[in-house]
């Protein structure tokens, strides 16, 4: 089987094992049931399809899917917004599939700007395999750790023991994150240094790993972030994202707080000792 047909049919059978036929709004068939998620002929059911054509998909031996059948699965499955266009492009990579540039990475001058204007809040411009392309001075007072451009925010996250300390709510963040890597992975199926990085973590963390084998998809922007900081005590964010409008690898991400927010009140003392506290960095 082609490895593209090969993950989609995984991802399939993933979201068609979490479902129930109750949760689909459908009476289950009779018989005997291994698992409590669709069977594969209650899944082409609630689609459309024919059992035999929806066992030739999952089983990576039907070359060409269209967009309608996918549509169909989708809703089928009750897929959310990113698990729709993460099944769109793991089932057509020739015609959806991005080129992979070996030129370093460059920010976007707009989301620079951008980044430059919201320097009362924490920011970063994110690239491909999560490099990080540039971030401001409150970014690095809130996580304790420097960014230098190009350095990578999922290393720091999954093998820097700084980032767990840090982070309060570390499992959920960090299993949203391998949801965006697995998103990126369909997305740039040629990224020969995307592959590598998603092997050295995997072989580096169970959580990774396990988490990795689970399907799941996540954007970078789906999780707020609980910090346990030294000096200011306990710090809530919500993440917002901003996408560069000439390239979907590149957004700026934002740490923004509740107005009014103990955390709120705290950014401007951060900004103040940010400027002479020391940062680990890499």
């Known amino acids: 089987m082609p490895t593209d047909r090969a993950a989609l049919g995984a991802f399939l059978r993933s979201r068609r094992d979490r479902l129930t036929p109750a949760q689909a709004g459908m009476a289950a068939f009779p018989g005997p049931r291994r698992v409590p998620g669709l069977r594969k002929e209650e899944l082409a059911l609630l689609a459309g399809l024919s059992p035999d054509y929806y066992s ?6 039907q070359a060409n899917v269209s967009d309608e059948v996918l549509d169909a699965l989708a809703r089928a499955l009750r897929l959310d917004e990113v698990e729709h266009a993460h099944l769109r492009d793991l089932a057509a990579p020739t015609r959806r599939r991005r080129a992979t540039s070996s030129v370093p990475q460059r920010a976007d001058p707009g989301l620079l700007r951008l980044m430059t204007g919201l320097d009362h809040l924490p920011a970063l411009v994110l690239g491909q395999r999560g490099e990080v392309l540039a971030g401001n001075a409150l970014l690095t007072a809130v996580l304790g750790h420097a960014f230098e451009p190009g350095s990578s925010l999922l290393r720091w996250l999954f093998l820097d023991p700084g980032a767990r300390e840090r982070i309060v709510n570390w499992p959920q963040f ?4 391998v949801g965006a890597l697995r998103r990126d992975a369909a997305r740039h199926p040629d990224d020969v240094r995307l592959h590598t990085l998603i092997d050295e973590l995997r072989a580096a963390d169970p ?9 799941g998809v996540r954007d970078y922007a789906s999780v707020p972030k609980r910090i346990a900081h030294p000096v200011a005590g306990p710090l809530s964010f919500d993440i917002e994202l901003v996408s560069a409008p000439h390239d979907l690898d590149q957004r700026l991400i934002v740490y923004t707080a509740e107005p009014g927010s103990r955390t709120a009140a705290a950014l401007p003392l951060l900004a103040g000792w940010g400027a002479t506290a020391p940062a680990s960095a890499g």
Do not use: K, P
Not at 56 to 61: A, K, N, P, V, Y
Not at 207 to 215: N, S, Y
């Open 174 to 177: 960090a299993m949203a994150s």
């Open 207 to 215: 959580d990774v790993a396990r988490w990795w084998d689970d399907q």
């Open 56 to 61: 030739r998909l999952e089983q990576g031996r």
